[in-house]
């Protein structure tokens, strides 16, 4: 579910592990008819590869996605595209030679996306969450609405291998799925959103005062508070209250439904952070980390959300 760690990406051997440069090199001219003069490796998440790529001036990112995330980084290339249509950049993909977005990496996928201008945000500051709010709510507005039987990624669930690994962690998740189911999705408004959004998503141009959204890899068709809650969790619970301001202010949704929703969604965002932390260890997957404490650390950071927020559930 997440896709987000400080450490650079590893390859695996199920990757292009020879010479992954070369590799990327030789795409990007085979299918973009573009000869770069410098591809550097990005930090990324635990799942993508990402580089920077380079040609004389111009820059672009290069990104890699494994076989179980292309369905949704391919609707989110859509998703990106739309929203540079409408004035707000999104790292959209560059088309290539034959019209395609996309290209096989090994056993991966991988595009070539637009470079966006910007730095990216922290979310420190209150002047920063008013941009972040206000900015996700004029994506959303943009992408307009959806209900969630369409064809896209969508529903709400959590995969239930794995729960075993921690005695506390199946009763949580049966009690979160319960209140999801108190909530009435069915009531809420649905649409495209990001999917795993975070300060450093939203890239702030200095000189034009536009504020990008980038890495939708992990979009799909869910209910737009969702896409609120996850910044909640990423940001911690003080910047709440001037988010759901700014973004309510924004007009996508109101305010009754935003403190209906936050909570059961915040609740289901740090259940998914779980089973996916869960997940890596019964596997002993360590993509994208430097050791199996990243995984724990993951995991206990789930623990404690529900752990602290007894009373509340």
């Known amino acids: 579910m997440a896709d987000r760690c400080s450490s650079p990406d590893h390859t695996t051997e199920d990757e292009p592990t020879s010479r992954p440069l070369r590799s990327v090199a030789r795409l990007l001219a085979e299918h973009w008819a573009l000869h770069a003069t410098d591809i550097t490796p990005l930090e990324g998440g635990m799942n993508s590869l990402t580089w920077e790529v380079r040609s004389q001036s111009n820059r672009w990112v290069a990104k890699a996605v494994p076989p179980e995330a292309e369905d949704a980084f391919v609707f989110g290339l859509g998703l990106a595209t739309r929203l540079e249509e409408t004035g707000i950049p ?27 201008e910007g730095r990216g945000l922290t979310g420190e500051s209150h002047t920063e ?28 669930y959590l995969p239930s291998e794995h729960l075993d690994v921690r005695p506390w962690l199946r009763p949580v998740i049966t009690k979160v799925m319960a209140r999801l189911e108190e909530l009435d999705l069915r009531s809420l408004t649905w649409g495209p959103v990001h999917g795993d959004l975070a300060a ?60 209906r929703a936050l909570h059961p969604l915040l609740d289901y965002r740090w259940a998914g952070q779980a089973v996916y ?9 360590l993509t994208g980390i430097d050791g199996p404490e990243v995984n724990e650390a993951g995991l206990e950071a789930a623990r404690r959300w529900f752990t602290d927020h007894t009373d509340d559930h």
Do not use: N
Request: with cysteine; charged share 20%; aromatic share 8%.
């Open 90 to 116: 999104a790292g959209a993909p560059v088309a290539t030679a034959d019209g395609r977005s996309v290209v096989p990496f090994g056993r991966r996928t991988m595009a070539l996306l637009r470079w966006v």
């Open 129 to 156: 969450l008013d941009v972040m709010g206000t900015t996700l709510a004029r994506a959303h507005r943009a992408l307009g609405l959806q209900d969630g039987t369409a064809t896209a990624p969508t529903g709400l």
């Open 200 to 259: 450093d998503v939203f890239r702030l141009d200095q000189v034009s005062g536009v504020c990008g959204m980038i890495d939708w890899s992990g979009a799909g068709i869910w209910p737009r508070a969702y896409d609120l809650a996850a910044l909640v969790m990423y940001q911690g619970a003080h910047a709440m209250r001037p988010l759901i301001d700014a973004y309510a202010a924004g007009g996508a949704l109101t305010h009754d439904e935003i403190e």
């Open 277 to 285: 932390f869960a997940g890596r260890i019964a596997r002993g997957d």
